[in-house]
């Protein structure tokens, strides 16, 4: 071999280790962002974990009773909600679902009993219930759509302010807002009008609203509805989370949606509870069948 021949050889070689060198540093680069990604993943996930409840923070309804016009809505219903429950109201339609919600939140008059964190609900204006931890969304999003998100969250979060706090013109984004945006998926959005957001979009605004205001109480009338699958998966998730330490309900109709992510089910007909328990107990019900969910078990 030639002293030229062996030059190239010496060349060669030496851009292949370079290039070998090359493919660790990137490989290195790679295993280091996927590390700081799992980490970012990991610390969203627990974000709501260290803004907890407490033992006591359970929804106890005894003999509640909605009346209008003579007609019974809600008939001497007695329900209880556990610390860290997802738990999901289904039934037909005229089942009661929303009144319940409606009577926990002080929209409709109720007689009987509504208790959260041992205070009583029934009776009470709605804005004193708010204050009480009780927060709640509607079927359609009540965002101001002719604000930020940043700015809907800072007007959430001051309702729970006092005094001159409360009429402080905000200087920018609170540590709260800041980390709820980023448990809502919202943070890339801040400065985006909520009114352009995409539907669900604005139902994770309307959730991240209770969760600056500091609910321990989540009551959601239908979160997912009119959402795509992508949403829908990532709304369960961030209910998930929320419900790790809070107590959650939701009324529900999209079946789907409450076997995947449901921890109990309360079923209601009529004004009354026909069932409860696991999902496996719902479906294997068969006065639950017979009665709610019919063709979704055929």
């Known amino acids: 071999m030639s002293e030229t021949e062996l030059e190239q050889l010496r060349r060669d070689m ?3 280790r370079d290039e ?22 990991a610390t969203q996930l627990a974000a709501l974990d260290d803004r907890g409840g407490q033992w006591n923070d359970y929804l106890e309804i005894r003999g509640l009773h909605v009346q209008f016009d003579g007609f019974v ?27 319940i919600i409606d009577a926990i939140t002080g929209l409709v008059p109720a007689t009987g009993s509504a208790t959260f964190r041992g205070e009583q609900l029934l009776g009470k204006k709605p804005n004193d219930i708010v204050k009480l931890g009780v927060g709640r969304t509607f079927q359609t999003a009540s965002v101001v ?15 729970r302010k006092k005094g001159r706090e409360l009429f402080a013109k905000p200087t920018g984004a609170s540590q709260n807002v800041e980390y709820m945006m980023e448990v809502c998926n919202l943070k890339d959005d801040a400065n985006k009008l909520a009114g352009t957001l995409p539907h669900g979009k604005k139902q994770w605004l309307e959730i991240g ?22 949403e829908r998966e990532a709304t369960g998730e961030l209910l998930k989370r929320c419900s790790r330490n809070r107590t959650v309900i939701i009324v529900e ?23 409860e328990g696991s999902v496996e107990d719902i479906q294997n019900n068969e006065e639950v069948v017979r009665i709610y969910l019919g063709g979704e078990q055929q």
């Open 253 to 275: 109709h999209d079946m789907d949606f409450m076997r995947q992510f449901a921890d109990s089910v309360t079923v209601l007909n009529q004004g009354e509870i026909l069932a």
């Open 209 to 230: 609203m209770l969760l600056v205001q500091d609910a321990h109480l989540l009551l959601l009338d239908e979160p997912v509805a009119g959402m795509t699958p992508a």
């Open 145 to 159: 759509e002719e604000l930020s998100v940043l700015q809907n969250l800072q007007i959430a979060e001051g309702f």
């Open 73 to 99: 809505a809600v008939k001497n219903l007695d329900l209880t909600v556990m610390h860290g429950d997802l738990r999901f109201l289904i039934g037909p339609n005229g089942a009661g679902k929303t009144t």
């Open 14 to 16: 030496q851009q292949m």
């Open 20 to 41: 070998a060198k090359q493919m660790r540093d990137e490989a290195a680069r790679m295993k280091a962002e996927i590390a700081e990604e799992r980490e970012r993943l």
